[in-house]
């Protein structure tokens, strides 16, 4: 099994309009994958579907290695925070936690007081729901997706409402949940910094389509403070480079190539080219945000 | 589905409309006992040609009755009441019916209302088994609480009236409880597939509460009148088909052909509704 899922042109269409529209996605064991996109961008309805709350209009996805019927099988290892957390409001913590644990057949005793003690809400006592701050509220719903010890996690905009110090909290405890148990985790959100603090893999969907998905290395490495360098001879331009001591490059395309070293040497670069030959089209010392670059891949700033 | 079952009950047990509608059939039986008495009162000082407590009650011209209203036996005024009767009658009123369709539409919906559906209906393929385990709670609870009325109307007979109260036989006590718990159970199915099919419900309490009311007897009027000009040989009458009003029929004189009847108006609505509420939940996606 080389994924633990993976959607083959997962489709959601409703009347005319098609909401996701063909989206592959490829999560494995013990990934955090970032899902990143606009508000109405489709990611809420990708996550219904591999959660099992939508069918799909066209399309399947691939769970623990099966599909069709069989993948729904394993439904039941599988957690899901989806959109504001489902909570009885006249109940305390406890006693949601119960109600899930009922139904998934937990009997093992002191699941709610350890799942309470996992997300921070472990001095909630008797505290109805009702009376819970929002990111109480959220931390919850993350308690009850992780009922049952599942081997996925899917947590829909899961910061959403927390203040910082909670998104630092929340941060941790998945990154802890990620290393010691290897849960894999499904994370959207539309907050791209905080999503780039955890996120090993992301998917980045916009108008229902998904138009990326990439490494953390990957994306870093499209982010990260660099030289850009046009020069009319990209061979003869690595030979000088290296010849500078620089080994951390990149060649991009015939024209240029991403410097990531001495980015405060431009000057030195330009000289030592000019004296091999090499001219120089064009050097630039370039900072791309992954806000800037999720802007200039999907084309604008309207919602983000 | 066991472990399902397992988490209805324990809803079931720690939902406020649970306690309410029991707390509601208490208040309502002692209240049904109460008006009786009164109404026994009145008779014994001035001896009408019937007994009959009616409220919010509206009588057509054609016949058509509507309304909730709690009739009486007249010998009662000057003779013995027999347990089976009175808990028959007070059954009749449809304000049990009332209660077990506040509580069905209202159960129904709250994990839809407040989304906690969306933790447990991914892991359920079969989803169909979140709506019989709904089913399920629902049926014990309106056990529970026709059994609650019936206790505390024999408790307030005997409280009022002492040793004029009596029971003659068991059996007939128990066909009415029964063919009645059917009735309920029916309704209050029909109640939880309409709260499921609307998301609301507001809606389903609406309907059910005009239901019990009786003012589908006009839209029942309106279709006999219908099917009579359609086939005038055919003496149809839609009313013996439907939950309300076969409700208002049993009680411990009503003839085995009735409780029949009854019976099966019970268990055709029952599991039309539990089918339609199933198909519904399996066929949609979870919002």
Known sequence: MEYLLDTNGLTKQYGRHKAVNAVNIHIRQGDIYGLIGRNGAGKTTILKMISGLAAPSEGEFSLFGKTGKEAYQYMSRVGTLIEAPGVYPNMSAAENLKLKCLAMGVRKKGVAEELLNTVGLQNAGKKKVKNFSLGMKQRLGIALALVGDPDLVILDEPINGLDPQGIAEVRETLSKLNKEKNITFIISSHILEELSKIATNYGIIHDGVLLQEMTRDELLAKCSERIELKTNDTRKACTVLEGMGIEHYKVVDASTIQVFERLNDSGDITMALAENGVKTMGITVKNETLEDYYLNLTGGTENV | ?287
């Open chain 2, 1 to 287: 589905m066991f472990n399902l079952i397992k988490m209805e009950m324990h809803r079931l047990t720690h939902s406020t409309v649970t306690w309410m509608t029991i707390i509601f059939a208490i208040i309502t039986a002692i209240l049904g006992i109460a008006m009786t008495n009164l109404d026994i009162q009145a008779v014994q000082d001035e001896p009408p040609t019937g007994l009959i407590i009616q409220e919010n009650t509206a009588e057509e011209s054609s016949g058509i009755t509507a309304g909730i209203y709690v009739t009486g036996n007249p010998e009662w005024a000057n003779g013995k009441i027999e347990l089976g009767d009175l808990v028959g009658m007070e059954l009749q009123s449809g304000l049990t019916s009332i209660l077990c369709v506040i509580f069905a539409a209202l159960f129904a919906n709250a994990d839809q209302k407040n989304g906690f559906i969306k933790n447990i209906a991914g892991q359920f393929p079969r989803r169909g088994q979140l709506v019989l385990s709904k089913f399920v709670a629902v049926a014990i609870h309106i056990f529970a609480l026709l059994a609650v009325f019936s206790a505390v109307t024999a408790a307030s007979g005997y409280i009022f009236w002492g040793d004029k109260v009596y029971l003659a036989s068991i059996l007939p006590l128990m066909k009415v409880l029964g063919v009645q718990y059917l009735l309920h159970l029916g309704l209050s199915t029909l109640m939880m597939f309409l709260t499921i099919l609307t998301h609301s419900a507001a809606f389903g309490m609406t309907t059910g509460i005009l239901v019990c009311s009786g003012l589908t007897a006009f839209l029942y009027s309106g279709i006999n009148r219908i099917v009579a000009n359609l086939r005038p040989s055919w003496n149809f009458d839609i009313s013996n088909y439907m939950l309300e009003s076969n409700m208002r029929l049993i009680d411990v004189s009503t003839v085995s052909d009735t409780l029949l009847r009854g019976v099966m108006v019970g268990i055709v609505f029952l599991i039309a509704s539990l089918a339609l509420a199933m198909i519904t939940v399996k066929k949609r996606d979870v919002r």
